[in-house]
């Protein structure tokens, strides 16, 4: 039998699906990719977490739609995109290994400053749609304007090199899955202590119906990554105790030592998660560490409830 895999029409997303396809056919499983665009695709002028209030599951939902509907067999999604909720009917088959999680800020040689913190000029215009990634340049660098971009890692990346933008941010993991050439730009990788990523950065997801053949769901356990599932986990139950999305200004990197689990976190604090007008009341990192998973999740909704709420 050959199975129809999901994927968005993204040059990045096809890469992670094929990804996915070729270690399926090293079990013996044929696959082969269905194009489906998302409605994060059909709208990429606004900032995400303004569409996000309106259409939660932008870059996932057309996808999850067609499982249901069984016009194809299984999606692969980036997991930092895919809604802590699912459908009822649906279920997540395989986590991969994580590649790389933390953020590239990416300068145009022009603006590049080696005395800056952040090697950036000072007020550097940098593009993001992500308000995390906005709350955490503030949080280092109060100077810098930040607008709103969006497309995909090429549209991006041009937009540095043409001067649209000083810098924009990009996630580490879609840029080396893509190996795309940064040639005259500057890159600066950011430290997960002062920018943790998104819940679940780095991994991908394979999103199935709880009905699938026995077949296909023995193939995705042989393709799960347990480490990578359990980080992810704990990123992402922190999440959705905190009723988080596109939003939440949140960045969490969860790892474990020996017995130990390890936090980082951070959280941006908005007057109105909601309005269009952005008014940054404050930022907050911590880490916490613990050997219980009930017990840290818990401990870091509890704290960053309380810078929310203070």
Request: aromatic share 6%.
């Amino acid at each position: 039998m050959k199975y129809r895999l999901g994927t968005r029409k993204s040059e990045l997303a096809r890469t992670q699906s094929t990804h996915v396809l070729e270690a399926l056919k090293n079990l013996g499983i044929e696959t082969e990719l269905v194009l489906i665009e998302s409605r994060g695709d059909q709208n990429s002028k606004e900032a995400l977490y303004q569409i996000e209030n309106m259409t939660p599951g932008l870059f996932t939902k057309q996808l999850e739609e067609a499982l249901i509907q069984k016009e194809i067999d299984l999606a692969v999604h980036s997991l930092k995109d895919l809604p802590t909720e699912q459908p009822v009917e649906l279920c997540v088959g395989a986590i991969t290994s994580r590649f790389s999680t933390e953020d590239w800020l990416i300068i145009h040689p022009e603006a590049f400053d080696g005395a800056q913190p952040l090697f950036l000029q000072r007020s550097a215009h940098v593009g993001t749609s992500s308000l995390r990634r906005e709350g955490q340049l503030l949080s280092a660098r109060s100077d810098l304007k930040i607008s709103p971009i969006r497309g995909n890692v090429p549209t991006r990346v041009n937009a540095i090199r043409d001067r649209r933008f000083d810098a924009t941010v990009l996630a580490a993991a879609g840029l080396e899955r893509l190996k795309f050439n940064l040639e005259g730009l500057h890159v600066v990788k950011l430290a997960e202590r002062e920018f943790p990523p998104a819940p679940g950065q780095g991994a991908l997801a394979v999103e199935i119906r709880r009905d699938a053949s026995q077949e296909l769901k023995e193939a995705l356990k042989k393709i799960h990554h347990l480490e990578s599932e359990i980080e992810t986990r704990i990123e992402r139950r922190v999440l959705k105790g905190l009723f988080g999305g596109c939003t939440l200004p949140l960045g969490i990197r969860c790892y474990r030592e020996g017995n130990l689990f390890k936090t980082k976190v951070f959280i941006g604090v908005l007057k109105d998660r909601k309005s269009l007008y952005k008014d940054w009341l404050s930022f907050h990192h911590f880490d916490i560490c613990c050997q219980d998973e009930e017990t840290l999740v818990d401990s870091i909704i509890e704290k960053t409830k309380g810078f929310l709420n203070g």
